[in-house]
């Protein structure tokens, strides 16, 4: 299987940042895991990361209850940023509300949707869905 450059994490609760990282490195599918705490510090950043022409990432692991700004504005935002590179996006979330999963589901970005928690086995699947549809 192949390895993402750069998967990035939007998520406000630091123990599952903790053990998606550690989920991650484990898996050995990415050179490196860059962290926001809420959409807006990310949707920020990636605007700027695209303008400069650095690496984009090419998963997104995307909470939706996050303050500031939360997953669905996230995603209102960043599907009208003009980037040719094909970032998968997966909602990672606790909530368990059928109502979010049909709202994910509108979004062609949206690979799928994981319920929290995640272990390894659920990251291997999640990235195995990204590197077969690229295939």
């Known amino acids: 299987m192949n390895r993402a450059n750069l998967i990035c ?3 406000d609760d630091p123990i599952f940042v903790f053990a998606a990282k550690k989920c991650l490195k484990a898996s050995n599918l990415c050179d490196k895991v860059s962290v926001y705490k809420n959409g807006l ?3 920020n950043n990636i605007k700027l990361v695209a303008e400069s022409g650095e690496v984009l990432p090419d998963v ?3 909470d939706i209850n996050m303050p500031i700004m939360d997953g669905w ?4 935002e960043f599907i009208k940023l003009r980037i040719s590179k094909n970032i998968t996006v997966f909602i990672v979330s606790s909530s368990v509300d059928p109502a979010d999963i049909e709202k994910s589901e ?4 949206v690979q799928s949707f994981l319920v929290k928690p995640i ?3 659920s ?8 590197y077969e549809k690229k295939v």
Do not use: G, M, P
């Open 9 to 11: 994490i939007i998520d």
């Open 41 to 43: 510090e990310a949707i």
């Open 60 to 62: 997104i692991f995307l």
């Open 73 to 76: 504005q996230f995603l209102d």
């Open 106 to 109: 509108t979004y062609s970005e």
């Open 119 to 121: 272990n390894k086995v």
């Open 123 to 130: 990251v291997l699947k999640a990235l195995r869905e990204v």
